[in-house]
């Protein structure tokens, strides 16, 4: 059990850094012309009104030597303070939660959906390896990770939307009149087009990779050890194989969790999604420099939580990890 | 036949060349009996060879409005314009053809600075303990922390909005570069840090090699296989990446990419529904030859899998 405090601690001790890093970073994003104002100036062509420049002069601590103004950046960071958008004049924190939470029903639902269907057909693949079916599987597969996902929205959407017209094509919830008559039912059927966008490129990760792991794992002595000893097929491959083999994934998915808070840009596009990545890709077209920095630091601290969480399950699914 | 005979009668010194070479002729022949990975070696030569010959056969220069003026905008495809025109005319089989060219340069440059960036990290990385090593891995996870496709679009409109518009595609290359080595510096360190514990560099170093001969002797050859897979399978993401990039509008004006063709498409999908369709499907096609190759190649270098 001590290894185990011990292993969190010094993956959260190791955060510190990183955090710094990244703040680092972004203020240096948003200073790259000097200071943030000279970039949000860009933007309006000197058409900034008086009154909001003198806001952002006082916001920005204009006048300031820069390292004073990185920890003012960080002291309102720690207060969740991230400025007012340039766009439409709110401050982006609050702007921002319905950002996330928009894009993580999407991600997860996405993922839970994927790793539901996925992780049966993997097991299913590997064990008839070299078999039709097996090959019809990882071809679907490679094709879902060499396909861009917001074309494939865009197809999905001619298809259900415009051809066929079952399904909305864009945003998240219907302005006026709700599809199939009620509230819950308008957010599901916005949902379903680009949820199965997603859950088909994140299957195919999935299956690509639980699948190569699953072959390795089964060609291991105590596989054979455990079919050897009369246990069942089925056990063996939930009972010894998925456990060795499934660890690596999580750290997979963990990482592509950060990648997905990202939201997929291009498939939030595609979709007027109103998430992180479509806001984000908004934002910066328009040069709306308080929101773009407050995006990408809420992605990376919710990145570096999401890790650390990574770390930490798979710290105890796997004792070797700790020690080491 | 004469030379089969020429190297039976060679001294036993070139017999010690033969056998290293036969390990790549080893990997060659297990390669070629995937038939997958073979399709995508396939694919990858007749997309290159269609991209540096393509262009003098293409019927519009790039991003050419010609047809506009016969009033052709639009068209749906036929023998005149196989994969039809978009609204300004453009005729969409032309600049898919100067979009090959575009959009394979992109994906083969950008793989070769990352690679070359990634290989220069990870190894001080994997080299140096201490200070420096734990600095670098620092670096390295940083940029698996931040959302990298979100900074490229920023980068792309900040560059070209503060300093300079007329890189052309070359802007992309280069950003694409910079973000896309920590993944492959992330696997050489791992690599070396195995490699050089193996007994048979402990032995060399007893028997006095110096660390020259053991890096490009021993440890080059083992890190190159998984750079090798690495870098074929960066191809098909930074192609992907740069159709993201253009789609959404941070690619830089009047360049002939894929991208460029499917955001104009797009805009007009209801419509012209085959100006973001045929462009699409050639990224999907090229995309799928470089990640069939690069999981043929995994499959012919591992050593774990090698009978």
Redesign the interface.
């Given at each position: 059990m001590g290894s185990l405090i011990n292993y969190i601690i010094r993956r959260v001790l190791f955060m510190i850094?990183?955090f710094i890093?990244?703040t680092l970073?972004t203020f240096l994003?948003g200073n790259?012309?000097g200071n943030p104002i000279n970039?949000i100036r860009?933007a309006f062509k000197g058409t900034l009104p008086q009154n909001v420049y003198l806001q952002l002069v006082a916001y920005y601590h204009i006048g300031e030597n820069p390292l004073i103004r990185y920890l003012y950046y960080l002291w309102d960071l720690i207060h969740f303070d991230l400025g007012l958008s340039i766009t439409s004049q709110r401050p982006v924190a609050s702007e921002i939660g319905p950002w996330v939470w928009t894009t993580l029903y999407l991600q997860l639902s996405a993922l839970a959906l994927a790793l539901l269907i996925g992780i049966p057909i993997a097991i299913y693949s590997a064990r008839h390896q070299h078999s039709k079916s097996d090959t019809t599987i990882t071809g679907i597969a490679?094709?879902g990770?060499?396909?861009?996902t917001?074309?494939l929205g865009?197809?999905f959407?001619?298809i259900f939307s415009?051809y066929l017209r079952v399904l909305p094509s864009s945003g998240a919830v219907s302005a006026i009149t709700p599809w199939w008559g009620n509230w819950t039912l308008d957010r599901i059927a916005h949902l379903i087009l680009p949820m199965t966008v997603l859950t088909y490129v994140q299957l195919a990760t999935i299956i690509r990779l639980l699948r190569g792991n699953l072959l390795?794992v089964l060609k291991q002595d105590y596989i054979l050890a455990a079919m050897a000893s009369g246990l069942k097929e089925r056990a063996v491959i939930y009972g010894h194989a998925l456990r060795n083999a499934i660890t690596p994934i999580i750290t997979i998915i963990g990482?592509s969790l950060?990648?997905s808070?990202?939201g997929a840009?291009?498939l939030e596009?595609?979709f007027s999604w109103p998430g992180l990545?479509y806001e984000?890709?908004q934002a910066?077209?328009a040069?709306d420099i308080p929101t773009?920095l407050g995006?990408?630091v809420i992605?990376?601290v919710m990145?570096?939580v999401a890790?650390l969480a990574t770390d930490l399950v798979y710290g105890f699914l796997d004792p070797r990890v700790r020690v080491s | 036949m004469s030379q089969l005979t020429e190297e039976q009668t060679a001294p036993p010194k070139r017999v010690h060349r033969q056998r290293s070479a036969t390990q790549w002729a080893v990997a060659w022949r297990r390669f070629k009996r995937n038939k997958?990975g073979v399709a995508g070696l396939a694919i990858v030569i007749a997309f290159v060879v269609f991209a540096i010959f393509g262009p003098l056969f293409a019927p519009y220069p790039p991003r050419s409005t010609e047809s506009l003026l016969q009033g052709q905008a639009g068209q749906p495809p036929s023998w005149k314009h196989p994969f039809g025109t978009e609204i300004n005319g453009i005729d969409v089989f032309s600049d898919s053809i100067w979009g090959a060219r575009n959009d394979l340069w992109i994906g083969v440059a950008a793989t070769a600075i990352a690679t070359l960036i990634g290989l220069a990290v990870g190894a001080l990385a994997g080299y140096s303990r201490g200070v420096i090593g734990g600095i670098l891995l620092?670096?390295i996870?940083?940029f698996?922390?931040?959302?990298?496709?979100?900074?490229i679009?920023?980068?792309s409109?900040?560059f070209q909005?503060?300093v300079y518009q007329g890189f052309g595609v070359n802007l992309i290359v280069l950003i694409l570069g910079l973000f896309g080595w920590p993944g492959i510096s992330f696997v050489i360190r791992g690599e070396i840090f195995r490699v050089r514990e193996l007994e048979f560099i402990q032995a060399e170093k007893a028997l006095g090699a110096g660390n020259l001969r053991i890096l490009f002797r021993h440890i080059v050859p083992n890190v190159l296989t998984p750079v090798i897979v690495l870098a074929s399978l960066l191809v098909?993401g930074n192609i992907?990446t740069e159709?993201?990039l253009f789609?959404?509008?941070?690619g830089p004006a009047n360049v002939a990419t894929w991208g460029e063709l499917?955001e104009e498409g797009?805009q007009y999908?209801?419509v012209y529904?085959w100006v973001?369709?045929f462009p699409?499907l050639l990224?999907?096609t090229l995309?799928?030859g470089f990640?069939?190759l690069g999981?043929g190649l995994a499959d012919a270098l591992n050593p774990?899998l090698r009978e």
């Open positions: 850094p990183v890093g990244v970073f994003i790259a012309a970039l860009l490679i094709f990770y060499s396909t861009p917001f074309w865009i197809i959407i001619y415009f390795e990482l950060g990648a808070l990202a840009p291009g596009t595609a990545g984000f890709t910066a077209l040069l773009v995006i990408t992605i990376s990145v570096l890790n | 997958s620092g670096i996870q940083f698996f922390v931040i959302p990298t496709l979100l900074l679009l920023l980068f409109r900040v909005v503060l098909a992907l159709v993201v789609f959404l509008g941070f499917i797009v999908v209801s529904p973001a369709l699409g990224v999907v995309v799928l990640n069939l999981d774990r």
